[in-house]
Each structure stands twice: as structure tokens, then as C-alpha cells.
């Protein structure tokens, strides 16, 4: 007679725990156990452990597999009392300690098999009962996530048309279900009016009165936001610090000249001189070329397509030049400094709408919203639980098809809230994100790479390069240390299950052609690295950086209009004070884009920092090591940037680790 010694655990979360009666077998390479009842009086309560001991008349060798199965403790079951459970631990009559992670539900009337934690690639695969659970577990996964052509021209994603289409390991837990519900009917509360109108603002002060508690960044940008430092500081630091490229020559559609701009220059410089030593640099709108204007409030909206022009000077970066439309002529004046305060003041506020359309919908929404939904919907297709780097990867998925599943309904659909109060419309953003897209590189999705291409290797200041670059280079270092672990060069070329993997990302973002540069397939264990990395820091650290400030620097409107209401001026001299309030959004525009924003910018409580994993997938002392370390190097960096920040009027807070979630989770 030989003794198994199970342990049972269930997961912590609110109605984790089930009444359901539990039944387990254990499937050896010499024999299986027979099914065995997990008899208790109480149940599987939420965070409980429990103990078991099965007797089998003999020895079923090294045990391969767990098979879970539910019914129900009831005839006449009246619902299906689901379980999660977390994992199970198996002691052998020889003393080993078998880890089978789970962190799944089962439903009444069903079964789960679990593999133990060793992770394993397909070539390593011997046992016929293990090929076999591989083979079922990827198929499932298929039939459970299937691809849906959202948009032509935009990245596949997910079929299902709401959260309760999903599978429930992937949905919203039920604490950040509920606390997403009730942020939103607070984002509403935070503002002062119940029952916004259609009018103008009367006045800025009027408008300063929208909002009690005002975060620390939030009465800064009140206070900065007309000045040119803090307009250019942005560029660097703000909600999107992706755009601004050194300029070493200007466009022929952006005729500055040096006798505009000589006087904001150093005595007897030029234009050309100050390009010559890189301290020229550009933002460039294209994107928004030629796009109609929505309709909000029967009222027609307006977009420009702007360049603006800035120069970096002793640590400080100030706009020179801005044109507002992409074609040069008499009726697209180049806005300057010296120009009319209400010009000059105007010509930004168009330039800040511009960036609200190129952040909210490129660097924000594309770009890690919906980039991150390949990630895992490619993830959970070709990549079994037992491969390490599903093992690596499925932390950095938690809660993103749910999120996004809920942005295409209320956010970006034709009814959605960016529709009702966005200068963009719904057929102009759709024609914008598609340009979006077919403009996204591999290289833009490397830190270091697009800090590169960009020139801004050098310009003071630029907290959002120097915080990323140190978290990419951790990431990267613990990346590295992982895949080396499992993978030779021979091994990663082998691996038939991470080519599809690559080949469904390539496929199912519209990044085939040859000038997105992404990897046709992976060669050596340095290319997989790297483009790990890429995935981990896109859904960790980049969604951080241009999620987290919304509320920050976008809930003030005037520092980040979401539509404006007159169209961009073609003469200087026309503009007053008044005129700025009649362009900005009226009062119920804009705080539909503040609720919209406060919501996006809440923290849940139920939320993984990057580094924090408390599924234990893992039992190989390698993988334990290098998460251990991993955690160390983000605490180190925390205490740099902590170091840094406390010198700074503004400190930058947004890539410090403790800031940053493993995942696109909101």
C-alpha cells in the first residue's frame, strides 16, 4: 500500500471557496490512483489549506499529472458553486514535494489536469501521457481564445463582445470588478457639477473651481500651463513623452527661417548652428493631416496637424516655432513667442489638442492597449502552461482582454464616450489609429532603440528616457538570465510552439511588412531576449508612463483639450482672451474628459506591482533566483529615482517600480 500526502490549496478571493464535493486521481508513468474523494466537513473555504491522504495498492512511479474533477454536493444544485483553486502539493510515499500550479476555477460537473511545475519545452516532452496533456491544453486554449478583426487596418483582437465571453482565469477579479464600477460613478462625484451645460467656460477661474483635492502634480500644471518651460517640459515628461525628435534639418513644409527665431537663440547663433550641435528639436503631427473635425453638441469640432519647433538651452527646452496645419502657405502662419499673447497661446492650446489625440490613441491605446492584447491572446494560443515562457509571460497579461473588451464598448466604439467628446469622431480616430499602425516599428517599441533613432540621447532632463532605460536594462537582465536558462541558440530555433508564437504577433498586429522590422523568426538566444523584454516593459513600464499621469497632467483642460470648437486661426493678430474660451470645449465636454481620465488614472488595490508574482508557477531554483534578484534590482531603482525626485519641483514618479503593474490592467 503506498501513501500520497495531498495538500490543497484555495485561492483568497472573495468566493473563491465552493460546498462542491472534490475528487482527485493521480496519473503515474506505471499506473493511475484511482479516483479518491477529498472528503471535508467544511468545504474548501476562500484561503484555506487543507491536508489529504490517499492510500493506492501500489506504487504509480513518478507522478505526471493531477486530475481535479467537481460535483456537486447537492442532488439538485440551484447554482454552480465554482472553486479556484490555487495549487496542489503532492508528497510521495518517497518523500519528494510535487508543486502542481492550478490558479484556476472549476465548474460543478467538471474536471482539470494539472502538470506539475518543471517548465519544459515540447522537444523535452518524453512521457506519452504529458505529450498528450500539451496537445489537449493547447487545443483548448484555442477554442477558448479566438482572433476577431476589430477593425481593417488595426491589430486583431480577441472575439468577444463583452467580459462574460471570456474564460473566468482571465476576467476582472471580484474586488477589481466592484472598485471599477464604483471609481467610475466617482470620477462624476469629483467634479462639481451634476448636471454639466453646453455653454462656454466664463473664465479660467471658473473653470479651476471644477475640482476639490487636487493632487500635488494637478496644481502644478493649474499653475504652469501657459508657460513656455512647462508647454516644452511635457514634451519630455509629461503624458506623452514619445513624439519630440531631435531635428537636424527642417522639412520643406515647415519653413522657419533664422531671422523668426534668431532672437530666442543665443547672441550671433543661427538655426542651422544650433541644429549642427543638436540642440534643435522637433514634434511633428502628421498623423492628423486632413481628418474632419466631429460633431459634439451640434456644434462642429476642429483638428490641426501642427509642427512645433523647440530648442534645448542651458537644461531647458523652450518652443520657438509653431505652424498648425502640414502644408506652408500665407493663410498657415509659423507662430512665434514674440508674437501676441493670445496667439501665441492659442497656436499651443491646438498644438496640446493634437497630443491629446496622438497619446490617447497611438502611444496610449495602440501601442500598449491594444499591442499588449496580441501579446496574450498569442500567449494563450501557442504556448502550454508548462512552457517557461508561458510560466513568464502569464503575469503580464492579467486582466488585459477584459479592459480592452471594455474600452472598444464605452470608450472608442461609435457610441462610445471618445466619440461624444473628442475632436477626432469615431471615423477620423479609425483612419488615425490605421495610420498609427501602419507607422509602428519593432525599433519604436525598444526603449533603447527609439531613444536612439530619436537624438535623444543627450537632452537634460529627460526623466521619462533615464528611468526607462534603467528599467529596461533590469528587465532585460532578468529576461536573459531566464531564456539562457532554457534555451540554446540550437533549442530557441527548434522550439516550433515560440515560432508560432512570434508568427501569431507578427501576423495578428499588421506588422508583416518589411519596414516594421519585427522579427521574422527567432534565431539566438539574444534576439529572443531582447524581444521579451520588449513585450514585458511594453505592458509594465511604457502603459505606466502614459497611463498613469492622465489625471496629473490631462484632468486641467486647457493643458490637454480633448476637441476644440473653432478652427485653427489662419491670421495672427485676431485672437483675444475670449476668444481662447470660445475655442476650448464647453463645460460638458470637458468633464466627460475628466471623469474619463480620473477613471483611467485609478489605482486598484487588487493590483501586481512589476516584479510581484505570487502564483507560484515556478519550483527550479534558477527561475526562483532570478526572480529574487529581479525584485532587488527594482528596489534599487526605487530608491534612485526616490533619491532624485526629492530634488525636483515636479518629481517624475511614473516608471518608479512601485508605480508600475505587470500588466495593461486599466
Given amino acids: 500500500m503506498s501513501k500520497y500526502t495531498i495538500q490543497v490549496f484555495t485561492g483568497d478571493g472573495i468566493y473563491a471557496g465552493t460546498s462542491n464535493r472534490i475528487y482527485i486521481k493521480l496519473i503515474g508513468n506505471i499506473c493511475k490512483s484511482g479516483v479518491h474523494e477529498l472528503w471535508t466537513v467544511t468545504g474548501f473555504w476562500a484561503g484555506s489549506e487543507q491536508t489529504f491522504t490517499i492510500k493506492c495498492k501500489e506504487n504509480i512511479g513518478k507522478v505526471l499529472l493531477v486530475e481535479l474533477e467537481a460535483k456537486s454536493a447537492s442532488a439538485t444544485p440551484l447554482i454552480d458553486d465554482k472553486w479556484f483553486c490555487s495549487k496542489i502539493i503532492v508528497t510521495t510515499p518517497e518523500g519528494a514535494r510535487i508543486l502542481f500550479p492550478c490558479y484556476r476555477w472549476l465548474s460543478c460537473e467538471k474536471k482539470?489536469?494539472?502538470?506539475?511545475?518543471?517548465?519544459?519545452?515540447?522537444?523535452?516532452?518524453?512521457?506519452?501521457?504529458?505529450?498528450?496533456?500539451?496537445?489537449?491544453?493547447?487545443?483548448?486554449?484555442?477554442?477558448?481564445f479566438s482572433w476577431s478583426k476589430f477593425v481593417p487596418?488595426?491589430?486583431?483582437?480577441?472575439?468577444?463582445?463583452?467580459?462574460?465571453?471570456?474564460?473566468?482565469e482571465v476576467k476582472f477579479s471580484f474586488t477589481k470588478e466592484h472598485e471599477f464600477r464604483f471609481t467610475a460613478a466617482a470620477a462624476f462625484k469629483c467634479?462639481?457639477?451634476?448636471?454639466?451645460?453646453?455653454?462656454?467656460?466664463?473664465?479660467?477661474?471658473?473653470?479651476?473651481?471644477?475640482?476639490?483635492?487636487?493632487?500635488?502634480?494637478?496644481?502644478?500644471?493649474?499653475?504652469?500651463?501657459m508657460t513656455d518651460e512647462f508647454f516644452a517640459y511635457q514634451f519630455l515628461n509629461g503624458l506623452n513623452p514619445m513624439i519630440i525628435k531631435r531635428c537636424s534639418k527642417l522639412p520643406e513644409k515647415f519653413p522657419v527661417t533664422n531671422e523668426m527665431v534668431k532672437r530666442f537663440l543665443p547672441d550671433k547663433s543661427t538655426l542651422e548652428s544650433e541644429m549642427k550641435k543638436g540642440n534643435i528639436f522637433l514634434c511633428d503631427y502628421e498623423r492628423l493631416r486632413d481628418l474632419d473635425g466631429n460633431e459634439i453638441n451640434k456644434k462642429k469640432q476642429y483638428l490641426a496637424a501642427p509642427l512645433c519647433l523647440l530648442f534645448s538651452t542651458q537644461g531647458k527646452l523652450m518652443p520657438i516655432a509653431i505652424q498648425l496645419y502640414q502644408q506652408p502657405g500665407p493663410e498657415n502662419p509659423i507662430f512665434l513667442p514674440s508674437d501676441s499673447e493670445t496667439d501665441w497661446m492659442l497656436a499651443k492650446i491646438f498644438v496640446r489638442n493634437a497630443e491629446f489625440s496622438e497619446h490617447e490613441l497611438n502611444f496610449h491605446l495602440l501601442r500598449t492597449h491594444l499591442m499588449g492584447e496580441v501579446f496574450t491572446l498569442a500567449t494563450m494560443r501557442t504556448l502550454p502552461s508548462c512552457h517557461p515562457l508561458f510560466k513568464l509571460l502569464i503575469p503580464h497579461t492579467r486582466f488585459n482582454l477584459q479592459i480592452n473588451i471594455m474600452a472598444r464598448s464605452l470608450l472608442i466604439s461609435e457610441t462610445g464616450l471618445f466619440p461624444q467628446c473628442t475632436a477626432t469622431g469615431y471615423d477620423s480616430m479609425m483612419t488615425f489609429l490605421t495610420r498609427a499602425t501602419s507607422s509602428l516599428t519593432y525599433s519604436s517599441l525598444c526603449i533603447p532603440d527609439d531613444i536612439k533613432q530619436r537624438g535623444l540621447e543627450k537632452i537634460p532632463n529627460y526623466y521619462y528616457r533615464d528611468d526607462g532605460l534603467e528599467l529596461w536594462n533590469i528587465i532585460f537582465k532578468f529576461v536573459s538570465g531566464f531564456v539562457s536558462h532554457y534555451y540554446s541558440d540550437q533549442e530557441v530555433q527548434a522550439d516550433k510552439e515560440l515560432q508560432a508564437w512570434l508568427t501569431e504577433i507578427r501576423e495578428n498586429s499588421l506588422l508583416e511588412h518589411s519596414e516594421a522590422g519585427f522579427p521574422k523568426s527567432f534565431c539566438t538566444v539574444k534576439e529572443l531576449a531582447k524581444f521579451v523584454t520588449m513585450v514585458i516593459f511594453t505592458v509594465s513600464g511604457q502603459h505606466a508612463a502614459v497611463n498613469n499621469s492622465q489625471f496629473d497632467f490631462g484632468a486641467f483642460m486647457p493643458n490637454f483639450p480633448s476637441s476644440l470648437r473653432c478652427p485653427p486661426p489662419r491670421q495672427k493678430g485676431k485672437n483675444t482672451r475670449d476668444s481662447l474660451l470660445e475655442t476650448l470645449p464647453d463645460i460638458s465636454t470637458t468633464v466627460n474628459a475628466m471623469a474619463a481620465v480620473y477613471l483611467l488614472s485609478r489605482e486598484s488595490s487588487d493590483r501586481y506591482p512589476l516584479g510581484h508574482y505570487p502564483e507560484e508557477l515556478f519550483s527550479e531554483e534558477v527561475p526562483l533566483k532570478l526572480i529574487t534578484q529581479f525584485k532587488k534590482d527594482l528596489q534599487d531603482l526605487e530608491k534612485k529615482i526616490d533619491s532624485r525626485n526629492e530634488k525636483l519641483d515636479l518629481p517624475y514618479t511614473y516608471l518608479n517600480p512601485r508605480n508600475v503593474e505587470n500588466s495593461v490592467s486599466i
Avoid at 114 to 143: F, I
Fill in 153 to 168: 487596418g488595426l491589430p486583431h483582437t480577441v472575439l468577444a463582445k463583452s467580459p462574460n465571453d471570456l474564460p473566468p
Fill in 112 to 144: 482539470l489536469t494539472l502538470r506539475d511545475s518543471v517548465a519544459m519545452l515540447k522537444t523535452q516532452d518524453t512521457a506519452p501521457e504529458l505529450v498528450a496533456h500539451r496537445q489537449e491544453n493547447l487545443k483548448r486554449r484555442c477554442q477558448a
Fill in 191 to 225: 467634479l462639481k457639477l451634476q448636471c454639466p451645460s453646453h455653454d462656454s467656460w466664463i473664465s479660467f477661474e471658473e473653470l479651476s473651481g471644477i475640482i476639490s483635492n487636487k493632487p500635488k502634480t494637478y496644481e502644478y500644471v493649474e499653475k504652469n500651463w
